[in-house]
T-cell receptor
Framework: AQSVTQLGSHVSVSEGALVLLRCNYS??????LFWYVQYPNQGLQLLLKYTTGATLVKGINGFEAEFKKSETSFHLTKPSAHMSDAAEYFCAVRRTGNQFYFGTGTSLTVIP | KAGVTQTPRYLIKTRGQQVTLSCSPISGHRSVSWYQQTPGQGLQFLFEYFSETQRNKGNFPGRFSGRQFSNSRSEMNVSTLELGDSALYLCASMGDPPSETQYFGPGTRLLVL
């Protein structure tokens, strides 16, 4: 069963516009949730994570995500896109047993 | 702290050969996981090692194997390479609880001709 679903494999936004990348998870228990970013020919870099506590999580580079249990969502947002935000973004969930499951990724293009 | 390092960064092999990739985790991290990343399949989990023992395993054929040494460095081996093994192989390390985050290396790009 799919653990993480990222809606939209490609998202384009204009520079300065809102960035919204969608992630839904399937879980019967509160999961640990993560967003990673990958630049070309590089590994994955952690943007932010939700474990427990505050449902609005702030990360690096101005990104934030909100854990919504009722919607089983963990969407990533940034108020104003910058050219340097162009990259591949992955949502991931960690389950018991240390197993991480990644979404298929969303490629973000920023249009000048 | 130094990050996760992977060697080599790029490899070209031919079908039927075998290959060994190396990963050095962040100092103090005992968990090392390996992933295969391809455009069509995304990130797929290969296996995880913890204190020299394989703790989790993904759904890959037996041609893919790994091991971990006492200093937590890990190697991944692929035997009898196939064209479809061309991919970016990523290694990630994680600290002991309460740590819950994987930190990734830059990856090894393998091209099988």
């Amino acid at each position: 069963a799919q653990s993480v679903t990222q809606l939209g494999s490609h998202v384009s936004v204009s520079e300065g516009a809102l960035v919204l990348l969608r992630c839904n998870y399937s879980s019967s228990v509160p999961p640990y949730l993560f967003w990673y970013v990958q630049y070309p020919n590089q590994g994955l870099q952690l943007l932010l994570k939700y474990t427990t506590g505050a449902t609005l999580v702030k990360g690096i580079n101005g990104f934030e995500a909100e854990f919504k249990k009722s919607e089983t969502s963990f969407h990533l947002t940034k108020p104003s896109a910058h050219m340097s935000d162009a990259a591949e973004y992955f949502c991931a969930v960690r389950r018991t047993g240390n197993q991480f499951y990644f979404g298929t990724g969303t490629s973000l293009t920023v249009i000048p | 702290k130094a990050g996760v390092t992977q060697t080599p960064r790029y490899l070209i092999k031919t079908r039927g050969q075998q290959v060994t990739l190396s990963c050095s985790p962040i100092s103090g991290h005992r968990s090392v996981s390996w992933y295969q990343q391809t455009p069509g399949q995304g990130l797929q989990f290969l296996f995880e090692y913890f204190s020299e023992t394989q703790r989790n395993k993904g759904n890959f054929p037996g041609r893919f194997s790994g091991r971990q040494f006492s200093n937590s460095r890990s190697e991944m081996n692929v035997s009898t390479l196939e064209l479809g093994d061309s991919a970016l192989y990523l290694c990630a390390s994680m600290g002991d609880p309460p740590s819950e985050t994987q930190y990734f290396g830059p990856g090894t790009r393998l091209l099988v001709l």
